[in-house]
């Protein structure tokens, strides 16, 4: 029993005097701050999502000049798709803003596209109530289909109303995402929106929309916001070694003491160091048959995702930004997403 | 109930001891005069009632509301043989009740004369005051008292008045029987469950101390991921098995209630705490925790998993470790039925991974031998008790399975420690799980190391 325990020391030894030599303490928080500030600066270039819900009056948002241009060959998509996809409703749009505000032609086309019915009384609504409560119905069938809250939706019923054509842009990609509509929409299409809010004085916000994605790394748009990390790998490649580094600070600080070595951030897609890590936040141990400790294929590192997911949801954590499938794809700025999210939680734990 | 006192009135053995097996049925039951099953098998001399009893743990030294023992009953009806078995089983030979009288005191003023020389030779007090300032000496006859005279001359006995005293006694003496559990059905309404305070929170819930039917209980509050029906008919149906009261190292589940979204665990309430607390938390015990002492705890906890591991069928779902190890006011240790899993538990994580068996952090539950896996857990109670030290206590839990169940982590055996232990901690923790014992088989091992 004691020889054993002894192979355990002499292993803890050697690993205790790496760590003194490389991560100093004081060195392990030089490397964090760093680390943080590089991802709070870019927090600024994320579009404030309060924003979105203040009051109708309060707020107005506008292209600035010479961006509508941009944005042409994506109308131009679109209006085509609904005329085609509408043709036996014998509809013609011409102009998303003018014909899509009202809720009926997203009626007709979500209808066609779920095979689903939405009962509504009437689909002659006049007045401007019923005309909203209409769009409202529609709109929250869609979010529903679509499994996207309302609060997070980049489609508010005041902005369809009132003709906001960057709401319906949002709109109708999402769908076209969602419903994997047989198109191919102009890639990396980004627009500068102001946005004027009415406090006392006016003041004036210039934010970066980004409308679509590119086509290959897929659900870009669909993904419900904009966070950190699509500005830092957007805007501020540089900076992307620094928070790196930190978060793989952070990672060996804590799997060091089960005689993990953490090599690079790329490998961890497995979801098994992920899960280690969680383990040593949480205090817990996850017993070896809950999950592949040697993944070999796709879906069993899917599997190891999944069981990390599970575990970050029990502790209720803020909302992440990714699923189990872009972390068990490899994609790096998932990774580092979930990484964030247990740094942010727990950085101050020894 | 009223059956099962009028079974043992009879002295109906065979009766008795089908109704004893049954899971749900509590020997330590009382009567409206605080009468327990023990006692009255004792005022009516039935031997085999009082064996069966004491084998299954009923209390020895409990009290009717007279503060009568079970050994005053049967000193006051001349059953000798009952008594001498009381007292080879630890019966409090100098109890007294609530007039101060002690068995001899009976003995002697019954004229129980072979009665009363057996309870002198087992070191029953001649000299001790009751209440109104008689020592069984008093209140023999005069041609007995004389024989007793000559007795104590010739052993040198002290026949100085001891006078009474209020309260002499030592917490083993004093164990008023509770009011007993009426556990007649499993489901408990949330509105007869007054709460006092939180006690502890933890992975597995949160834990209150409250009232139930006057008795003070501990009230589990569950923590589960999703709450549904169907979750809630599960935990009635599991919970049913939890309800055990036919075993003296068992904790019963008294009762459960529903109240959606909240799963609720009624239990009775044990002062003390869990072992784990007395061995490493609490410092201000009211009583050593000596080799005897630690002793009793192992012995005590191996009969409640051998008794858990005879059930038919086997239950499988609680874990062995000091903090699901509850102390009585006796010093009973008590496996708390309340931190049994359910089906529906958490699987995923395991918080206590120091007490487990390497290969249950390997693999899963169905896939191992449950009964070998508890045996490990037993050997790990038997060094924390005899070290006072908590197993790994410098790992994390996560840091604890891995160097367990990979780099052979093992609890190193102190040299100061008594040998008879380390050869039994290493019998238990054998590497190979099928060449662990059985409870059974330690059971008379533990018995022997009682000194």
Redesign the interface.
Known sequence: ??K??N??LD?LIPLGAIQRRNLHKKQIEELTEEGINAIQSLQSLKPDPEAYELKENDKRTALEINEKKKLEPLIQVLIDWINHELSDKRVIVKDLEEDLYDGQILHMLIEKLSGLKISNESRLNLGEISQKQNLKLILNFINQTMGIHPVISKWKVEDIYEKDLIAILHLLVAIVKYFKVNITLPENITVKVIIIQKKKTLEKITVIEKITGSNASKDETSKKDRDAFDALFDHAPEKLELVKNSLLTFMRKHLS????EVNSLEKMNDGVQLI?LF??L?????????YYSNPSCYEEKLENCR?LF??ID?VNLQERNCTPEDVASGDLKSILRVLYLLFSNYKDRD | MEDIFHLIREGNSLSFRSWVECIDNDFNLVDDHGFSLLHWACWDGHLNIVEILVNKGAKINSLNKCEDTPLHNACQNNHLNVALYLLKNKANINAVNFHGNSPLHYACHYDYQELALNLIQNGALLNKCNKYNQTPIDLCRDEFKEVLIKITQNLNIDLNRIPFRQDSSSRISRQKSKEAYFPTQQNINIDELPVEKMIATNHGGTIWKGYWQENEVSIKVLKIKESSQRIASLFNQESKRLRIFNAANILPVLGTCVSLPDLIIVSPYMNLGSLYSILHVENDLDFELDFNCLVNFANGIARGMDFLHNLEPMLLNFNLNSKHVMIDDDLTPKLNMSDCKFSFSEKVKIFNPAWMAPETLRKKTDDINKKSADMWSFGVILWELFTKKVPFGEFSPMQCGILISRDGLRLELPVNMSVHIQKLIKICMNEESAKRPKFEMILPILEKLKK
């Open positions: 029993m004691s054993k325990s192979s355990v292993k003491k089960i005689n993990i280690y383990g040593v949480e205090n817990f141990y996850v017993p070896e048959y809950a069981v599970d575990l029990d």
